[in-house]
Structure formats: C-alpha cells, structure tokens
C-alpha cells in the first residue's frame, strides 16, 4: 500500500515529536512493505511566522491531497495577545473544518509500567481502558455570533452554542460504532439540567442507542462525569460528547494515563471511497515551548497517533498493533522521559523514537 501521508510538525516541541512519529512511520512502512509518501506543509505560528496566517493556502491544498495528515503541536508565546484570526490555534480550528473531521477519538490507557506515575491510587486507574469520542465541529467554538464589543461598564462578551440534529446524530453512530467493537458501552456526557442544548443531545443520542442493541448507554452530567474520571475510571469504556466538555474531559484523562504526553488522538471524518476514513492526527500534548529544543518531550503520544493514523486511514490493524506492542515494550523497560517519572537516567525524545523503532524491528524479525 502506498500511504500518502501530510506532516505538519508545528511549533515548539512538535516538530521534536513528530521527528520521531516519522522514524516510526519508516519502520512500519519497512517492515510490512508499504511505500511511504511524506509532504509537510506549515501550521499554526510557525505559518504565522512565514506565511502571516496560520493556515495558508498551500497546507490546506496539500491536506486534501493526501491521505492522511499527521500533526505536532501548535502554539507560540509570542501570540498570546494576538486577535483571534492570529491566533496559531486558529490554524487548527481551519484544517479541521477543511478536511470536515467531526469526532474526535482519545483513546486513555492505563499501562502497567506507568502505574505509579499517576497521582491516583495504583487501584483506582489500574485496568483503566475507555476512548473519549468528542464532537469537534459544533458547539460553543463554532457557534456565531460571537464576539466582544462595547467598551466600560457596557462591554460584553458572546458565545453561542449550537447543534443541529445531524451534527449530533453522526458523532453518536460514531461512538456507538466503535463501541459494538469493544465493551459495548457507551456513556453519553451533557448538561440536560441546564442547557436546551444538551436537552436536544440527550434525546437524540437515546434515538440513536436504539439501532444500536448491542451496546448499553447510560447518560451522565458533565460535573459528575469529572468526578467519576477520577473516582471510577473503569466504569467507563467510550464516552460521548460534545466539543467544549470534551476538550476538557479528554485533558483530565491525562491524569490517568501519567502524563499528557502519553495521549495520542485521532480526528475523523466521513470515509473515502476506499472506506477509509479521512483522519487528522495529533497528540494530545500542546507545543511546550519551555522545553522546545532541549531533546526532553516525550514522543509517545505522537508515535501513538501514528498507530491510530494507521488503522483508522488505512485499516492497517496489524501495523496499528504492532506500534501499541512497541511502545509497551519501550514502558516496560523503563526508556522513558523524564515526564513518566523513570527509576533511572530519563530517556531523550530521539532514544524513545530509537527504542520505538527497535521494538518494531524485533517483532518483524519475529514475525
């Protein structure tokens, strides 16, 4: 198979990441016989920098292209009080609406060479498993009209929430999709007590359980939802919801994965003829410039998306495994940053990817 892949590394320690997510591509793509086909294109302040916008013409023409786009990070100091339309997560927020990728899939594992690196009880997150499916085209980053006016006592600020039925509807066959394929449960995440919004949520996902018969589903509010990330980790195995709540759910998991470093994300959107979904691939991890170029990030989260870009865009399960199998490999033998807390010297972003890339090449002269 040949796989057409965009890499958009990013600003700060993106472009370190995505560095090693490429060593590992190489791998994979040598060991089970693919042909590889990289581009990179700018994104986020890095574009800002060069092009004056944080989606330029070009990446966007490029993503459309190709099969399947790989991301590092986005984010610069230096834009902090820039205007929103210069902005490098205005950048984000654009290829997202241009390759129309609607939910987004988090996948938050407990490993058991990471247990002690949680701040939670090792009882409480071991065994943790569940993939947090956030609509990511709606809601309140979306909704217009927006913006801030007026000035002194009489200045204001507006966002609106908004979802349409379809909106809902598609995410929810998504989520419960994936659910038939592994516990099949999902929970469904709203504000039914406060926001129409929600309201509207809950009832269409409920319309939406009912083709799915298989898979159980339960509802619950946002607050206690974050609660019970924390308290009953394992009581969950896919959780459904809308774009704001997710955004924050999805960092909480953080906490029971170690490190946010860890998390790899994948984005998706409707399927191509080849039945292959377009996807948009990332960690979940922001840029870091504080660590930016010291060789100190940990990659795993970004060599994760990869393993995710694989079997969703290409349905190359086999290849996904084998990727999830190196970097337990790599936990289990403690070469690891310093992030994941080691008991020895931390490990650079480069000997991660290196130790990554040597897992692989032993279960393919295995295999």
């Known amino acids: 198979m040949n796989l057409n892949i965009l890499l958009l590394p990013g600003d700060g320690i993106g472009v370190e990441v995505t560095r090693e997510a490429v060593k590992v591509l190489r ?30 013409d070009e990446t966007r023409e490029l993503a459309l292209k190709t099969d399947a786009t790989l991301l590092g990070a986005v984010g610069l100091p230096e834009f902090d009080n820039a205007p929103p339309e210069k902005r490098p997560e205005r950048g984000l927020l654009g ?16 490993y058991k060479a990471l247990i002690n690196s949680s701040p939670l009880k090792n009882e409480l997150v071991d065994g943790t498993d569940m993939i947090i499916v956030r609509e990511l085209t709606g809601g309140l980053y979306y909704g217009t009209p927006r913006g ?53 949520w809950r009832r269409v996902v409920t319309e939406i359980a009912a083709r799915y018969p298989d898979v159980t ?3 619950i509010l946002v607050d206690n939802c974050a609660m019970q990330l924390v308290l009953q980790p394992r009581r969950f195995d896919v959780v459904l919801t809308e774009n ?7 960092d909480e998991g953080a906490v029971l994965a170690g490190s946010i470093g860890m998390l790899p994300s994948a984005s998706i959107g409707d399927k191509r003829p080849s039945g292959a979904w377009v996807g948009l691939y990332e960690p979940v ?30 349905g190359l399960t086999e ?49």
């Open 27 to 56: 791998q994979v793509a040598s060991a089970f016989k693919h042909e590889l086909t990289l581009s990179e294109g700018l994104l986020g302040g890095i574009a800002i920098q060069k092009t004056g916008v944080p989606f330029p």
């Open 95 to 110: 290829i997202r609406k241009a390759l129309g990728v609607y939910a987004n899939l988090r996948p938050v594992r407990s």
């Open 148 to 200: 801030i006016s007026g000035s002194g006592a009489e200045e204001r600020a507006v966002n609106t929430m908004i979802y349409t039925r379809p909106e809902i509807e598609r995410v929810a066959h998504m989520a419960f999709q994936l659910a038939g394929k592994r516990r099949k449960k999902v929970t469904s995440v709203d504000k039914s007590n406060v926001l129409e919004n929600s309201q509207l």
């Open 217 to 219: 589903l339960d509802h």
């Open 244 to 250: 704001m709540f997710g955004d924050i759910l999805s």
């Open 285 to 314: 991890h922001g840029s870091a410039p504080d660590i930016a170029g010291k060789n100190k990030a940990n990659p795993l989260g970004a060599i994760g998306s990869v393993a995710a870009l694989l079997e969703y865009s290409f």
């Open 319 to 367: 290849e996904a495994r084998a990727v999830y199998g190196a970097i337990e490999n790599v936990l289990n033998a403690g070469r690891v940053t310093a992030d994941l807390k080691p008991a020895g010297t931390p490990a650079s972003t480069s000997e991660v990817g290196d130790a990554v890339c040597e897992a692989l090449s032993a279960h393919a002269a295995i295999a």
